[in-house]
C-alpha cells in the first residue's frame, strides 16, 4: 500500500493519531502547513479552525470533500489579536443570524437557542463552536452559507498568504545536479 500524503489523505470525522488512520480539514492543513500532524495547526487562525474542526465532524463525506481546499487556504491565516478577534466576531454575527432564522421556526430550536447562547463567547474556540450549532440540519442551502462564511472568514483582515514550502519531492520535476 503507498504511503499517505496529502495528495491521497481522505478527509473524516474526528481526531486522527496519524495520516494512516485519515484526516480532519485541520489536520490537512497541518501537513501542508510541514507542522507536526495536528487538528490545531499554528499557521492557521484560531477561529477558522475552530468553525472547520466543527463543521468537518457535522458533514456526510459527500460535503466534507468540499472542505479540501480549505486545508490549503487556511494555513498563513493565523492573524493578529485584531483580526483573530474580527474573525470570531463574524463567526458570532453569522451563527445569531442562523439562531434567530432557526428559533422563528421551531420552539425546539428555541429552547436549544437559549442553551447556546450561554455560552456565546468571543474567544475563538467557543465562537467556532457556536457557529457550527447554530447551522443545525445540513442541507444544501447551509452548505453553502458555511463555505462562503470559511471564505469572508479567511478574507478578513492583512495575513500571510505565503505557502509553506512542502516537502514532498515532484517527480516531474529532475533532481539538482
Request: hydrophobic residues 40%; positive net charge; contains cysteine.
Amino acid at each position: 500500500m503507498p504511503p499517505v500524503s496529502h495528495q491521497t489523505i481522505k478527509l473524516s470525522r474526528g481526531r486522527h493519531s496519524s495520516p494512516e488512520h485519515g484526516a480532519c480539514v485541520m489536520e490537512l492543513a497541518s501537513m501542508l502547513a510541514g507542522e507536526g500532524f495536528s487538528d490545531h495547526p499554528r499557521s492557521v487562525s484560531r477561529p477558522i479552525a475552530s468553525f472547520l474542526r466543527g463543521y468537518n465532524d457535522l458533514l456526510d463525506d459527500v460535503r466534507r470533500a468540499d472542505l479540501y481546499r480549505f486545508a490549503a487556504q487556511a494555513v498563513g491565516t493565523a492573524g493578529s489579536p485584531a483580526v483573530e478577534e474580527a474573525r470570531a466576531a463574524r463567526l458570532l454575527g453569522w451563527a445569531d443570524q442562523h439562531w434567530e432564522r432557526r428559533s422563528s421556526r421551531s420552539m425546539l430550536d428555541r429552547l436549544r437557542m437559549r442553551r447556546v447562547h450561554k455560552e456565546r463567547s468571543i474567544d475563538p474556540e467557543p465562537a467556532g463552536t457556536y457557529a457550527v450549532h447554530a447551522i443545525g440540519k445540513v442541507t444544501d442551502e447551509t452548505h453553502a452559507a458555511a463555505l462562503a462564511l470559511v471564505d469572508e472568514l479567511i478574507a478578513i483582515g492583512p495575513h500571510s498568504r505565503e505557502r509553506p514550502t512542502l516537502r514532498v519531492a515532484d517527480p516531474a520535476v529532475p533532481a539538482a545536479p
